[in-house]
């Protein structure tokens, strides 16, 4: 092999790798970069200070459910803006009033039934064990109401 030979090879691998990488930076600026904002989101020094839940950790509530509302309604109403973690409030409530849920499932919540709404200090006694719901005292009553549960 002569050298003007090696110094075409040598030239060509030059050209070639600066062809792929020039390539290879062109696709990748060609590619979109998307960025998702979410209006809702906010940073962790957001101020809560503003729900009575937070405001006393004693403050409890009750609530007369309306036909057509869900638990959802119900959360939004009075715990938005709080900052807690809505699906174990969720199940407080639940736990906090079984008389007022289908087989304590909270997608089947009875209407004008009335809801205790636990304080936090209540929640985080039930989470700790240390004093459970207290049951509505109706055993051995049977419901005239019929419930047809599916499609």
Request: zero cysteines.
């Amino acid at each position: 092999m002569q050298v003007t030979d090696k110094k075409q090879i040598l030239i060509f691998l030059i050209v070639s790798t600066l062809t792929m990488s020039l390539a290879l930076s062109a696709n990748s600026q060609s590619q979109p970069i998307v960025i998702l904002e979410y209006p809702t989101f906010t940073n962790s020094t957001q101020n809560y200070s503003d729900n009575v839940f937070i405001q006393n950790h004693d403050y409890s509530t009750t609530h007369k459910v309306k036909p057509d509302e869900t638990l959802s309604h119900i959360l939004e109403d009075y715990y938005s803006g709080s900052g807690l973690n809505l699906k174990f409030i969720e199940l407080a409530i639940v736990a906090h009033n079984k008389h007022a849920f289908v087989k304590n499932n909270p997608n089947f919540l009875f209407a004008d039934k009335t809801l205790r709404l636990p304080s936090l200090n209540q929640i985080q006694a039930m989470i700790l064990g240390n004093n459970a719901p207290v049951e509505p005292t109706n055993k051995g009553v049977r419901s005239q109401e019929i419930y047809y549960i599916g499609g």
